[in-house]
């Protein structure tokens, strides 16, 4: 049974904007997780539909970009679920800054 993970990131860029960082930023969730990940995406609109395979498992998780927030929604498969309030917490520590950081200089 899946565990699901609901983070909210607040920003302050517009919608646009935030789309375009975080298809810009997608690529660094291969680096962030240990061991590497095959990470596939596509968009749906203003949703980010993610399938990241690391380890034996699949996490897949939906961003979803609104005006002045990010809500991010994740599904832990198995054992992954037991670290949901770790994850969690790392998301809403580091995720923003992840995912919205601009690289364009």
Known sequence: M???I???LPHKLGKE???RRIGGNIHKLHDQIPGGAN???RWEG???KLAVA?????INADITVQ???VHCHFELPGLLGMFAGPIA????????DLLLEDKRS
């Open 89 to 96: 917490a790392m998301l809403k520590a580091k995720g923003g």
């Open 17 to 19: 904007e935030a789309k």
């Open 67 to 69: 005006e002045s927030n």
């Open 46 to 48: 203003d949703t980010i």
């Open 39 to 41: 990470v596939q995406s």
């Open 2 to 4: 899946a565990q699901p």
């Open 54 to 58: 690391a380890m034996g498992d699949t």
């Open 6 to 8: 609901d983070v909210d």
